[in-house]
């Protein structure tokens, strides 16, 4: 299934290396890569993946390093009492191919039965067939990992205002004598243009770095800031342009529980972590789904999200849900 | 006089002086020596503000007149022996010892053999060399405290001492061992190293190392004349010292660079970035690893560079003109940034910038940009006529002071060579020696590699094709050169590769920690814990748990402390009804849901009849449905018709009836619609919830 880079193995180093600089990460993703590999894997795509699943942290800051984040067990809902292991999984924990390991050992002595679900560029969802809750807690105690019942839900009920974030963003130019771009929130692409003067969404491209900042002279916190250039990372910033123009792009449907999502405004790490913990399973394209706003959008789906997972999702991005009915 | 047993006021600032130039907390983990001679006691004695002859003086005059001359230093020895507080205070006597051996071998005093070394020490402290040639033997007491001194009480943190006798120098061999090489000049080595396309833990012999040394020390003048003069010179017993301290180096290389001072260097790159537009360039500093987040250059540079790219700092805000191009230093603490003069400036392509940036050395696999300067332009020419297959050019960019051209898209033909030593930048790289690529390194820097996913070993020599390898004793065939470790196999635990005269060891590990011990949380998403606000707009490094700060709620991965105390409970419940209430003990408890289907991609696990589990079937039929925020004591189920009735825990039955009034006639309807479908098993239990309802029907 997985095709390139054996992310099992990478997300295994991972946990044994347990923290390191981005060029050690880089260092490893080439050389699972391998020399031959027709379908290699980019090292900050394969590091968003493992972030989206609760893998690993990535400081994307100043000089870049990952660190693996604690195992945890935890319930998926509608999923047959199953609950999904993340986060550390070093060498020993879980060999898929022989279905051995400690996970394994724990789960036959709790006579419980370990499930692998393959994914597509990304490690294998580990699931663990329970009959009650207890029995997770349990099977945490046996791996030294932490329990939690709904980690989705715990995640929902932190994530900060979009507002907030912007607080948080730095107070400084878009760079300089660079081509500057602007985002198009029809379009949701970036156009290049020959002033920066109004209010947007802009990007330059720098010297190895894709700088994103918003040009907010209009809004209420820039009337006593000088400098009226924010910079962010760019998923707050897209959706703070959707906020000042009201656009909607959160599609849900509530018998299918599915979220869709614009792929070219993808959700902050948080947020994507949220929804892509109600199932274990990274989002995916879905070609078949015609967004309400504009069709020309292609749109990836997160399944099985509640609608409190969701709305928590959306009232934190400012966002009005768009309700569907997928056929 | 008295013998004085306290050294001076005097002594005890050069003491101060000796330890901060060669044994300062920049040095820990590295080799050190007291590698005094005539130019650094100079610049000592410039920063003391003193006479380059008061240490000298000083030593002299606490020389026995009568008996062993050193007897006044064995006792401060014994002296400090005792308590071992502070530097040692005998350590004035070793540096004059050193500073005598650091004369021989030098130009000027050619008359004395090169290998005489008590009649400098005369020469220099006036000691008559019978009498320092019969006690000299004591002084390894001294040598050898002062090695542990710095190995055993300082633990390595003012550097590794690198103090030995060497077999062929006895006695003397001590200070000669300190000062054969200036420290200006093993700071060098390293750039020595890599200009000969070294890594750490390369394997080669002494002797294949030191004729790198020699080569590019006669070649490029890279070594102080002294230095230089010193290599060129050397033979016998000096040769074998030079050898063993390039050898010594080389094993505690990590790969960092080092000022003139010793403080680790990062260069600073100069950076070519062209658009549709011009052609710009400015200079970038190098973060190397271990280097501050933020640098703050010493006075007078009144700026703070910040981390930008993944090695390196932002731009520096210089303008890439002539007194720039001419050098550019830059100091912190312990580290340098310096950017060196040159006629001739390499670039190689660079994903991380998008665009050129500044090499040391070209390759013959990828294309170049060079920047040459007028004052070698003919001859740079002249090489690159022969020396490429490609390239394009001259122009004169618009952005860079006169004097320079910019030739592009060159590549370099394989086996290009110049003896003009500016132009050696120009000769591409060649792996000439035995180096293990790749693998999954299980520490930063070490040679442990994970279990299955090996390095490879890439095996070549200057006379010969090396076509095998003994790999832990069975041999194994390279395939031009080259062999992937991880084919062959190998059990975990220590391996050795041996080819020629070169051996290469590296261990292999399926596992360096123990499952019990947690991952300790080092990069998180940071919140305010009492109004929810972002502390930073990502993930940011936490340092770990230990330093969280009360009011700070910290997400890493599934993983925080709010997730594992949750204010919501689960419940399980046999799927496939078509309506759910879920009830608490306590009135008001109570949840109501509609039937939820399996997500699809669940509904598509298949797993093999022979790897069900033996109540696979009663699995099957259970079902996770949601969350409630109270402890769930019962799930009512329709099922058409039908009511199903699940006990999900045992409930007190003290049961109270305070709470939201509507939801409290919610659960009492709920119980009592309910109250002749539990099962007689359950029938005493159940009847507990069934008189609280109608009771409460009654109010």
Redesign the interface.
């Known amino acids: 299934m997985n095709v390139g880079l054996d992310y099992d193995v990478l997300l295994a180093y991972l946990s044994e290396r347990r923290t390191g600089t981005w060029a050690a990460f880089k260092d490893a993703v080439d050389w699972l890569n391998g020399v031959e590999a027709r379908n290699r894997e980019i090292a900050w795509i394969a590091a968003r993946r493992l972030e989206d699943l609760g893998h690993i942290e990535v400081n994307w800051e100043g000089g870049k390093s990952w660190a693996i984040c604690p195992t945890v067990v935890t319930l998926l809902s509608r999923s047959g009492g199953r609950a999904l292991v993340t986060g550390s999984r070093p060498a020993d924990f879980y060999d898929v191919g022989s279905s051995s390991g400690i996970l394994e050992d724990a789960a036959e002595e709790l006579d419980l039965y370990v499930e692998c679900v393959p994914q597509f560029r990304a490690p294998t969802t580990l699931l663990v067939q329970l009959n009650n809750f207890d029995q997770a807690d349990e099977l945490a105690g046996h791996l030294g990992a932490r329990c939690t019942f709904n980690v989705s839900e715990d995640i929902a009920s932190q994530l900060p205002r979009l507002v907030d974030y912007l607080d948080v963003g730095t107070r400084r130019e878009l760079p300089i004598g660079f081509e500057a771009e602007k985002f198009n929130s029809e379009s949701l692409e970036f156009e290049i243009v020959d002033e920066t003067e109004s209010t947007g969404l802009y990007r330059t491209r720098t010297y190895g770095d894709v700088i994103h900042a918003l040009n907010d002279v209009k809004s209420s916190s820039a009337t006593t800031d000088p400098v009226h250039w924010n910079r962010l990372p760019r998923e707050y910033a897209v959706y703070e342009i959707f906020r000042w123009e009201g656009q909607r792009v959160l599609c849900f449907d509530y018998e299918k529980m599915c979220l869709w999502v614009p792929k070219d405004a993808g959700l902050p790490t948080l947020h994507s972590r949220c929804a892509t913990l109600c199932s274990g399973r990274l989002p995916e394209g879905d070609p078949e789904f015609t967004h309400p706003t504009e069709s020309s959008w292609r749109c990836i789906r997160y399944e099985n999200v509640p609608d409190r997972i969701a709305s928590r999702i959306a009232e934190s991005l400012s966002q009005e849900m768009i309700e569907v009915n997928a056929q | 006089m008295p013998p004085n047993i306290e050294p001076s006021a005097l002594e005890c600032k050069w003491i101060d002086a000796l330890v901060d130039r060669f044994f300062n907390a920049a040095f820990e983990g590295r080799p050190v020596y007291l590698a005094l001679d005539e130019d650094e006691l100079d610049e000592i004695a410039d920063l003391l503000e003193t006479s380059s002859k008061d240490l000298v003086s000083e030593v002299r005059s606490n020389l026995d007149a009568v008996g062993n001359p050193f007897g006044t230093y064995m006792r401060r020895w014994n002296r400090w022996n005792e308590h071992r507080e502070g530097a040692p205070t005998y350590l004035p006597l070793l540096a004059v010892c050193v500073l005598a051996a650091s004369a021989m071998g030098r130009d000027e005093s050619a008359h004395i053999n090169a290998n005489d070394y008590y009649t400098r020490l005369e020469l220099l402290t006036g000691l008559d060399r019978k009498r320092a040639e019969d006690s000299f033997g004591e002084l390894s007491f001294l040598w050898v405290s002062l090695g542990e001194w710095l190995g055993d009480d300082l633990a390595g943190k003012r550097g590794n001492p690198m103090i030995s006798e060497p077999e062929w120098f006895t006695k003397v061999g001590w200070p000669i061992s300190q000062c054969i090489f200036r420290a200006t000049d093993r700071y060098r080595l390293p750039d020595c190293f890599l200009a000969s396309d070294l890594r750490p833990g390369d394997a080669l012999t002494r002797e294949q190392l030191y004729r790198r040394v020699k080569r590019w020390a006669e070649a490029d003048h890279h070594f102080t004349p002294r230095g230089t003069a010193m290599i060129r010179a050397a033979t016998g017993n000096i040769e074998q010292q030079l050898i063993e301290i390039a050898f010594r180096e080389f094993e505690q290389w990590d790969g960092a660079l080092r000022d003139r001072e010793g403080r680790r260097r990062g260069d600073i790159r100069l950076?070519m970035?062209s658009?549709r537009r011009k052609t710009?360039f400015?200079f970038?500093p190098e973060?190397p690893?271990g280097f501050p987040?933020t640098f703050t250059p010493q006075f007078p540079h009144g700026f703070v560079l910040?981390?930008?790219?993944?090695?390196?700092y932002e731009?520096l805000p210089f303008e890439v003109d002539s007194k720039r191009l001419d050098g550019i230093t830059l100091k912190m603490s312990n580290f340098a940034l310096t950017f060196t003069r040159s006629s001739v400036v390499p670039f190689a392509e660079?994903?991380?910038?998008?665009?050129w940036m500044s090499v040391s050395r070209v390759s013959s696999d990828r294309p170049h940009c060079v920047l040459i300067h007028d004052r070698i332009h003919d001859a740079a020419r002249r090489y690159l006529a022969s020396a490429v297959t490609a390239m394009s050019g001259p122009v004169r960019p618009k952005a860079l002071p006169d004097g320079w051209t910019l030739y592009k898209d060159i590549w370099f033909k394989p086996g290009a060579r110049t003896d003009i030593p500016e132009l050696r930048c120009l000769v591409p790289r060649s792996d000439s020696t035995s180096q293990l690529i790749?693998?999954?390194?299980?520490?930063?820097g070490s040679k442990v590699y994970?279990?299955g996913?090996e390095p490879r070993l890439v095996a070549s020599s200057s006379d010969h094709e090396i076509e095998s390898v003994e790999v832990n004793g069975l041999r194994s065939m390279l395939d031009k050169g080259s062999l992937d470790l991880s084919t062959l196999r190998l059990d975990p635990g220590e391996h050795e590769l041996v080819m020629d005269d070169i051996t290469l060891t590296f261990s292999t590990a399926?596992?360096?920690?123990e499952?019990?011990?947690?991952?300790q949380?080092?990069?998180?998403?940071r919140?305010n814990r009492q109004n929810?606000?972002?502390?930073?707009?990502?993930?940011?490094?936490v340092g770990s748990e230990s330093v969280r700060q009360p009011d700070e709620?910290w997400?890493?991965?599934?993983?925080?402390e709010?997730?594992?105390s949750?204010?919501?409970?689960?419940i399980?419940a046999r799927?496939g009804g078509g309506h759910y209430f879920a009830l608490g003990s306590k009135p008001g408890q109570i949840s109501e849901f509609g039937d939820?289907?399996?997500?699809?991609?669940?509904r598509d696990?298949r797993?093999p009849k022979s790897?069900?589990?033996a109540n696979?079937d009663g699995?099957?039929a259970?079902?996770?449905?949601?969350?409630v925020d109270f402890k769930a004591a019962w799930i009512l189920r329709s099922c058409g018709e039908r009511i199903e009735v699940q006990r999900v825990s045992d409930s007190p039955a003290d049961i109270q009836t305070d709470g939201d009034a509507d939801a409290v006639v919610k659960w009492s309807n709920t119980v009592l619609n309910h109250r002749d479908a539990v099962p007689q098993r359950f029938q005493k239990q159940w009847n507990t919830f069934v008189n609280v309802a109608l009771e409460l029907n009654k109010r």
């Open positions: 950076a970035l658009n710009t400015l970038r973060r690893e987040e910040k981390p930008d790219l993944q090695h390196y731009r660079n994903m991380d910038v998008e665009g790749g693998g999954l390194r299980l520490r930063g994970m279990s996913f399926r596992s360096l920690h499952f019990s011990e947690p991952v949380v080092s990069i998180a998403h919140m929810g606000k972002p502390i930073e707009s990502g993930s940011a490094l709620s997400i890493s991965g599934a993983y925080s709010e997730t594992c949750p204010g919501v409970l689960p399980f799927m939820q289907p399996r997500p699809d991609w669940l696990i797993v790897k069900r589990p696979w699995l099957e259970r079902d996770f449905i949601s969350y």
